[in-house]
């Protein structure tokens, strides 16, 4: 396997932390190169935007497997009018996996409006192999990462709270950082999603900043047209006296007193140290069995065009929390976050 990094958005300013990163990915056995653009700056960004649009042209071009974004930041919706998304779905095609999280959610989802083309919603080299403290990366991550990146990955598991159990549906997952979700609402890169399971997390957003963006996108008519929403984590936030008590449990408690469509918490992704390899555009079952929650994805049953696939087998939950062998929930991810 060939990982190139490449940096679509804000600068990177260790660069013993980009060295780490490559250090920490060749040690899980692939073979790692890092974009020529990678280390350039003009002001907060990875160099200038023709710079890094370049940089994303090229890397959609080369051998690698996989382009894993370097950060996050801010720097891709300057770039989003000006990418040849047909090109990037080329690659896709060729088996190019694309892999990040926070501003990467404009490219993932604008890549999803204009192409219905998937891509991965995970980890990004610096935050996830390259930590600060020179830490070793998290096993369930890295573990969830490599077996996507592979095409062994088939399933992941996670534990939420009561009262969801027995529910199950399908649809095209898609989502990702909140902010840069509703950024893209009355755009020409908002994917018209119909059904789907719609994933969502933040960082440094106090509850009611996170309660407002919900909220415009319930009054937007995005939440009432999918199956079920899951939230992520929310997390690096300070309260203040003002907030007195106030907290995202009653933001939540709040948005589902307005907003029909189950919402779920405990998806493992956002700004955190264990984080799951998510499938952004593919259709996928959700069961629910008692507290725990199961993603299924395999042979599609449709696009997210909307277009007929092969059917995908009902999921039994029960069958993919004991699976010894196979895809994360026989591995890593489905056992040790259901625990």
Avoid at 42 to 68: C, K, N, P, W, Y
Avoid at 255 to 260: A, E, F, K, N, P
Wanted: charge should be negative.
């Amino acid at each position: 396997m060939k990982i190139t990094i490449f940096s679509p958005s804000g600068v990177i300013l260790e660069g013993k932390r980009l060295r780490l990163a490559v250090k920490r990915l060749q040690q899980l056995g692939v073979e790692v190169s890092v974009d020529s653009a990678a280390k350039l700056r003009t002001q907060r960004f990875a160099g200038s935007d023709q710079a890094r649009l370049e940089a994303i042209m090229r890397v959609a071009q080369d051998d690698s497997d996989v382009a894993l974004a370097s950060r996050g930041g801010y720097g891709l919706t300057r770039l989003l009018d000006a990418i040849d998304w047909k090109r990037i779905a080329q690659s896709v095609e060729q088996g190019k996996h694309w892999v990040g999280h926070s501003d990467f959610t404009v490219f993932q989802l604008a890549l999803l409006a204009h192409t219905g083309a998937c891509s991965w919603a995970g980890p990004m080299a610096l935050a996830d192999f390259g930590q600060a403290d020179g830490s070793e990366p998290d096993e369930i991550t890295s573990a969830c990462f490599m077996e996507a990146m592979s095409g062994e990955l088939e399933a992941v598991g996670f534990r939420t709270e009561k009262g969801f159990d027995g529910l199950s549906a399908h649809g095209v997952l898609w989502g990702g950082n909140l902010s840069m979700v509703c950024s893209l609402l009355a755009t020409r890169h908002w994917p018209q999603i119909e059904g789907g399971i719609l994933f969502l997390e933040d960082v440094n957003e106090r509850p009611y900043r996170v309660e407002r963006m919900l909220l415009q996108l319930h009054q937007a008519g995005v939440l009432s047209r999918q199956k079920a929403i899951l939230l992520g984590d929310f997390g690096k936030w300070e309260p203040t006296s003002i907030d007195k008590g106030y907290r995202l449990t009653h933001a939540v408690q709040y948005l589902r007193t307005v907003c029909d469509t189950p919402i779920l918490t405990g998806l493992p992704f956002g700004h955190i140290t264990t984080k799951l390899t998510l499938p952004v555009g593919k259709p996928v079952e959700l069961a629910v069995d008692r507290r725990e929650v199961f993603l299924h994805w395999g042979h599609q049953h449709t696009d997210a065009h909307g277009h007929g696939q092969e059917q995908a087998e009902p999921v039994d939950p029960r069958a993919l929390e004991d699976e010894e062998t196979g895809g994360c929930c026989g591995g890593h991810c489905a056992h040790h976050l259901l625990r």
